[in-house]
């Protein structure tokens, strides 16, 4: 079993900044690509950053320039680092992490329970 627990979100003004970290946990589980993702309400849920044990990240087009995503692969955490945050960016944002007890081609994916981020004056 892995558990994902996040922390960082909040309040915070247009303009500002927020950073969010994601540690995993899980005994004899390796971990894969890790990442985050936003749902807004009435919204479907969206990939907004992901990267890979390699340190390889992608980037949904709407925070590009804005968002960095990085991990310690020593402590099987993520971060998302954001920067310029606009009212568009308020979502419950989930970390997600792929994990397998056998090896990368039997990945299971692990989400945590939701941060919310609000932004606005």
């Known amino acids: 079993q892995v558990q994902l627990v996040e922390s960082g979100g909040g309040l915070v003004q247009p303009g500002g900044s927020l950073k969010l970290s994601c540690a995993a946990s899980?005994?004899?589980?390796?971990?894969?690509?890790m990442g985050w993702y936003r749902q807004a309400p009435g919204k479907q849920r969206e990939m907004v950053a992901t990267?890979?044990?390699?340190?390889?990240?992608k980037y949904a087009d709407s925070v590009k320039g804005r968002f960095t995503i990085s991990r310690d692969n020593s402590k099987n955490t993520v971060y998302l680092e954001m920067n310029n945050l606009k009212p568009e960016d308020t979502a419950v944002y989930f970390c997600n992490a792929a994990g397998s007890d056998y090896g990368p081609e039997w990945l299971y994916d692990y989400w945590g329970q939701g941060t919310q981020v609000t932004v606005s004056s």
């Open positions: 990267v890979t044990s390699g340190g390889n990240t």
């Open positions: 899980g005994r004899s589980t390796t971990i894969y690509n």
